[in-house]
């Protein structure tokens, strides 16, 4: 399957390397494979359950392109920007790490994954906790010894993110311990996919 994505960097110190990303994303369409166990725990538009039943057997064996076609967009905020969004549309201003919207199938559009490098960054210890004002600081000196253990594991730790939104567009959920439990399971499977691949994107977050 191939899909158009739309990538937007909307962070004033991110470096977003979008032929990576836009690589990342053809291999989870192309080689993630869904596992019987998912099934009670995914939440599927009723066509789409209809067309993986209408297989045969077991429907889940062996499924690959969990994510629905069409377009995807792609979002790099700020935990303000993100948090923002988050009161917008949801009625909770705090911060978070992923929002996934729903596409418009009839409109070809699959979805969008908006997320937050500074939640990703600062989970690693890239950034020291946000300000008052709801900004985040810069990296911590007693960090700069091993920004580059730092920047690899934010790169690992956003590239979770946008697995997670991409797993939630598939169906997967994480608001029930069940259903959390499969979403874990498919996050790791879907990251040692792309950790075998090598196709970690290399997202760089200046300080």
């Avoid at 600062?122 to 950034?127: E, T």
């Avoid at 300000?131 to 580059?148: I, V």
């Amino acid at each position: 399957m191939t899909r158009d994505i739309s990538i937007r960097n909307a962070h004033p110190r991110l470096r977003v390397p979008r032929a990576a990303v836009a690589k990342a994303i053809a291999l989870l369409d192309a080689q993630f494979e869904m596992v019987a166990a998912d099934l009670p725990q995914l939440t599927l538009p009723r066509a789409r359950l209809a067309a993986l039943r209408a297989r045969g057997g077991n429907p889940f064996v062996g499924v690959r392109g969990a994510c629905p076609a069409g377009g995807l967009s792609l979002v790099f905020l700020t935990d303000a920007a993100l948090a923002k969004i988050h009161g917008d549309f949801m009625a909770d201003p705090t911060a978070t790490d992923v929002i996934t919207f729903e596409g418009e199938p009839l409109a070809g559009l699959a979805g969008e994954i908006c997320v937050s490098a500074d939640t990703a960054a600062r989970y690693v210890g890239l950034l020291e906790n946000p300000r008052p004002d709801g900004t985040s600081g810069r990296l911590s000196p007693a960090r700069r010894a091993g920004q580059q253990a730092l920047q690899l594991q934010f790169a690992a730790e956003l590239t979770l993110y946008l697995v997670h939104g991409w797993l939630h567009l598939a169906g997967y959920d994480d608001l029930e311990p069940a259903k959390k439990r499969r979403m874990r399971a498919a996050e790791a499977r879907a990251m040692k996919l792309l950790h075998q691949a090598k196709a970690l994107p290399a997202f760089q977050l200046a300080y």
